[in-house]
């Protein structure tokens, strides 16, 4: 039996959901396959200052809103070293892991979120590896609050990820056993 990579299954899905000839129908199942469950890693970042960091989307959507750096694990990848990466390309800080948030699914979709608590040991907002952020910020919670309020944010879920940061125990680092992502 062969084994097929995430790579093979997304490019082959692609190819599929390229032949369906009405917009509205390619677009409808796009998303109901985005709907599938999905786990995404990255960290809250604070300072000497206790505000914590997040990114702000260029693209999209959500192009504008702020987040929590954060994205989709890699084939073969583990969930610190996709943290440290998410964390490098979103915001070109390098970071050190020290603690882990509870994990939680946080939004309407299946996306599950698991955050580590990280402190930048290196890197600076001009190191940033991808686009896909047009800045990076240091907030305050009230600020986060107001940015929720003014609908500043990209979904609930990065409101959440600051209160699950703010008011549960940080847990030691091997709390999740390291395994590699590979596609079942």
């Not at 959507?61 to 989709?72: C, D, F, R, S």
């Not at 600076?124 to 929720?148: M, Y």
């Amino acid at each position: 039996m062969k084994t097929f990579t995430a790579k093979d299954v997304d490019k082959k899905l692609t190819e599929l959901i390229e032949t369906i000839n009405e917009k509205d129908l390619r677009e409808a199942v796009r998303q109901r396959l985005k709907r599938n469950f999905h786990l995404v890693t990255g960290a809250i970042l604070t300072n000497d200052e206790n505000k914590i960091c997040l990114v702000q989307e260029a693209k999209g959507p959500w192009a504008g809103k702020w987040n929590t750096p954060l994205g989709h694990l890699e084939t073969d990848e583990t969930l610190p070293d996709a943290a440290k990466r998410e964390v490098k390309e979103e915001t070109g800080y390098d970071i050190k892991l020290v603690a882990l948030l509870p994990p939680k699914n946080v939004t309407h979709e299946n996306v599950f979120r698991v955050l580590y608590v990280g402190k930048v040991v290196g890197g600076s907002p001009n190191e940033r590896l991808i686009s896909d952020t047009s800045a990076v910020g240091w907030f305050t919670s009230a600020e986060i609050e107001q940015k929720l309020q003014a609908g500043e944010l990209r979904d609930i879920g990065t409101w959440y990820d600051i209160v699950n940061f703010q008011n549960n125990p940080q847990l030691p680092l091997n709390s999740i056993q390291e395994a590699e992502y590979k596609v079942l």
